[in-house]
């Protein structure tokens, strides 16, 4: 079933016209002035709230925007803080994963509070957080105070992301409203990560790095106090059930499990007994909490979510992207600085075709051919368009120019990926009850961070081990030192290239999977061809 969005606001504002109308008595007679002027009260309440819906979506952007740029800002500015902190190389990787770590692992838990306090709570409860733990990554004096920092980061990101896009998910429930927001969202949550490096750079070279930091204070402190006067969140929403404690520790153990499995991985081999027991642990603890998330009353999160296959395509299709694609960032900024000895502002700047494309994808094609083609044509296209932008950054070598290799790869990977990021945020929260509105906008944001830290630890460790494997067969030959440094630098660049090539395979398995699991219409119903459809809000 599916309301338009003046439905949506008579089903909002009539009733209290309707309770005005049983304040008078029965009999009583009422001129045609008086009910003109009730229905124009009425309607301008309606507009009043369709403006504040609008308005809010400028404060939970801006919110979307704090999280997704902390998961790349600090990349650029990670070799003068190594230097200043004294991070040794083995362990400089945990400035970005302790952010993915404790957001992935909490995100679920953190979207099933959204749910029950309120999101509009969540959300500035956040975002005042996120601010608290910014201030004290700014200040940071040692690596451990760093990765502590960047550790509560990561758990207020898991209670703000999945608050703001459930707020999306329940205030814009008309399908062409609908399509324009999640375009803005979507738009903010693929192209930020770009505008991460770009930011970073600017800051670390101009100022210090500690404002890569800093600088999220003051626009979470705005973004908070614009939430906190501005999202009307529509009542009977919340889910009052009792939190899943259960669910909760199993999951974030889990979670947690797999990623340092993988950055354990990196480090010390895939044989290591460390490596595969924390493999097998959350393989048990995943299966531990699937067991009793289907038995217990209040689960943390409902199979019902993720058990649909459209849901679950997207869930499962879009984390496995974000494997290629932040792993990716990770070389490319290496590449720039390390290879070709751009400065940090220099690298930053290299990525705006990529924010440029994420915009075109997200804002200009997205909406357009949303409510014209079905999802799963629209996303298949879009990783495949990512996926040819990852062609051409295979080919990378010592010599690549920018201009003919990186930039219209860069421009590619970008378009493909807002094209595809559009229908997946509102794809993942089509359809849910309201109650479970904040868990299945922390599946996406699990997928996206899960994936990401993953993606980072796994293609790291590909491209470390090519390179050790090239320079072992390849050092004896060079006499001199510079013919080492560029045996060094060829065996860099050789280890990226083969990491990218399996980031294609991992675009090309997601658009396998999206066409085969997702078979949502353009009307949101299965096999049906003609609208968009919009989920019932509960009022």
């Known amino acids: 079933m599916t309301f338009s969005a003046e439905e949506a606001f008579a089903d909002a504002v009539i009733p209290s016209k309707h309770a005005l109308r049983h304040l008078q008595p029965a009999d009583s007679s009422r001129s045609p002035e008086v009910d003109t002027l009730m229905s124009r009260t009425a309607f301008k309440a309606a507009g009043d709230a369709h403006a504040e819906r609008w308005k809010a979506l400028v404060f939970i952007a801006l919110a979307q925007l704090i999280v997704v740029l902390d998961a790349t800002i600090v990349n650029i500015a990670l070799p003068s803080a190594q230097q200043e902190l004294g991070i040794s190389d083995g362990d400089r990787q945990w400035v970005v994963t302790a952010y993915a770590l404790a957001f992935g692992g909490l995100v679920l838990f953190g979207g099933r509070v959204a749910d029950l306090w309120g999101r509009k709570r969540a959300f500035v409860v956040g975002l005042i957080g996120f601010a608290a733990a910014s201030a004290l990554g700014g200040a940071a004096t040692t690596g451990t105070m760093m990765f502590g920092a960047r550790a509560l980061q990561g758990a207020f990101g898991a209670l703000l992301a999945p608050a703001a896009l459930s707020l999306l998910a329940v205030m814009f429930t008309d399908a062409k409203e609908r399509a324009k927001a999640f375009g803005i969202y979507g738009a903010i949550a693929g192209g930020g990560s770009a505008v991460g490096f770009i930011l970073g750079g600017a800051l670390t070279e101009y100022l210090d790095w500690r404002w890569t930091f800093f600088v999220n204070i003051p626009f979470a402190i705005v973004a908070a106090a614009g939430a906190y006067f501005v999202v009307r969140e529509p009542e009977g929403s919340r889910n009052r059930s009792p939190l899943d404690i259960p669910g909760v520790v199993l999951s974030t153990l889990a979670l947690a499990s797999l990623v340092y499995g993988f950055n354990h991985a990196e480090s010390h081999g895939w044989g290591d007994t460390t490596t595969i027991s924390l493999f097998g642990a959350s393989v048990v ?255």
């Open 285 to 539: 603890l995943l299966l531990a909490f699937v067991l009793t998330e289907a038995r217990v009353k209040a689960p943390l999160l409902p199979l019902r979510v993720v058990t649909d296959r459209n849901r679950g395509g997207v869930y499962l299709s879009l984390g496995i992207a974000v494997i290629a694609i932040f792993g990716t960032f990770l070389f490319l900024t290496y590449y720039l600085q390390v290879v070709k000895g751009y400065s940090p502002i220099k690298s930053g700047f290299c990525f705006l075709p990529m924010v440029a494309g994420m915009m075109v994808g997200s804002t200009q094609i997205g909406p357009r051919l949303m409510t014209r083609v079905p999802a799963r044509f629209l996303m298949g296209s879009g990783f495949l368009v990512a996926a040819a932008g990852m062609f051409l950054l295979a080919q990378l070598e010592i010599g690549s120019s920018y201009a003919s290799t990186v930039l219209p790869a860069l421009a590619l990977l970008g378009l493909g990926m807002g094209m595809t990021f559009m229908p997946a945020m509102s794809l993942a929260t089509l359809g849910v009850e309201p109650r479970d509105a904040g868990v299945a906008s922390a599946m996406v944001n699990t997928s996206q961070q899960v994936g990401g830290a993953i993606g980072t630890a796994l293609l790291n460790t590909i491209a470390t081990s090519v390179t050790t494997s090239y320079v072992q067969d390849h050092i004896a030959s060079a006499a001199t030192k510079p013919q080492q440094q560029l045996v060094q630098l060829q065996g860099v660049v050789h280890g990226y290239s083969n990491a990218i090539w399996f980031a294609i395979g991992m675009l090309v398995l997601a658009t396998l999977i999206v066409l085969t699991l997702v078979n949502v219409g353009r009307t949101g119903r299965e096999g049906a061809e003609d609208e968009v459809a919009v989920p019932v809000v509960a009022h």
